[in-house]
């Protein structure tokens, strides 16, 4: 059974891209557009690791980072943010608090594959 990588971003444009780009590299994935459910989807289903934007509507990746970590079952899942921002002191701080990989848009796909298979060796 593959393991299933859950992709967070409003643009839907952008979680088309890497969606097809993981499926070409064989590897299962979904995507959503809505933190909120995201958040639901991550609770209910274990994911080797989530993708998510770091500015997304009304919410940051930061805080959905945190709210993923509140759980036992995803407090050690890989969480990857990325973003065209360039994150602040403060922002570095919380990143490196919660465990999470920064990466900043825009990125080349072999870079992201790279990355992804660092983290979880898929």
Do not use: W
């Amino acid at each position: 059974m593959k393991k299933k990588i859950l992709l967070i971003d409003d643009s839907q444009d952008f979680l088309l891209l890497l969606s097809s780009l993981f499926r070409f590299h064989d590897i299962e994935v979904e995507a959503e557009s809505n933190p909120d459910l995201a958040l639901e989807k991550i609770q209910a289903t274990k994911y080797l690791m989530v993708i998510s934007d770091y500015l997304m509507g009304n919410t940051n990746g930061l805080d959905l980072s945190r709210k993923i970590r509140q759980t036992d079952m995803n407090r050690e899942i890989k969480i990857l943010l990325i973003s065209y921002k360039t994150l602040d002191e403060d922002e570095l701080k919380q990143v490196q608090e919660l465990n999470l990989t920064y990466l900043r848009k825009p990125i080349l796909p072999n870079e992201l594959l790279s990355k992804i298979k660092e983290l979880t060796a898929i």
